[in-house]
């Protein structure tokens, strides 16, 4: 059993800076990487940036280069630093793990945080 614990969230202009973070807790979090995910008000939960678990992150095309993932293990907590933010990165976050079989898609996830809200707006 894993429990996640997204934080970070605010309102900020655009062109702004959040470092949103997600701490872990529970068994097997040596064995899962921690992924994110948001959704926007009537869309689709969709993927923002993965784990490259030892290897290069992965990270949706609309955030490439404004968005790093980080990670401190002896903490269990991995950040999203989100930089030049956009009103579209408008959305709740999500962290999710328990992905064995690495999907992308959110099914994919058995562990997930209830999310922090990221608003984007003058």
């Known amino acids: 059993q894993v429990t996640l614990v997204e934080s970070g969230g605010g309102l900020v202009q655009p062109g702004g800076s959040l470092r949103p973070a997600c701490v872990a807790s529970?068994?097997?979090?040596?064995?899962?990487?921690i992924d994110w995910y948001r959704q926007a008000p009537r869309k689709e939960r969709k993927l923002v940036a993965a784990?490259?678990?030892?290897?290069?992150?992965r990270y949706a095309d609309d955030t490439k280069g404004r968005f790093t993932l980080s990670r401190d293990v002896v903490k269990n907590t991995v950040y999203l630093q989100m930089y030049s933010l956009k009103p579209e990165d408008t959305a709740v976050y999500y962290c999710?793990?328990?992905?064995?079989?690495?999907?992308?898609?959110?099914?994919?996830?058995?562990?997930w945080g209830h999310g922090t809200q990221v608003t984007v707006s003058s």
């Open positions: 529970g068994d097997s979090l040596c064995i899962f990487t």
């Open positions: 784990d490259g678990n030892g290897g290069s992150p």
């Open positions: 999710a793990t328990g992905n064995p079989l690495n999907s992308l898609l959110p099914a994919g996830y058995s562990y």
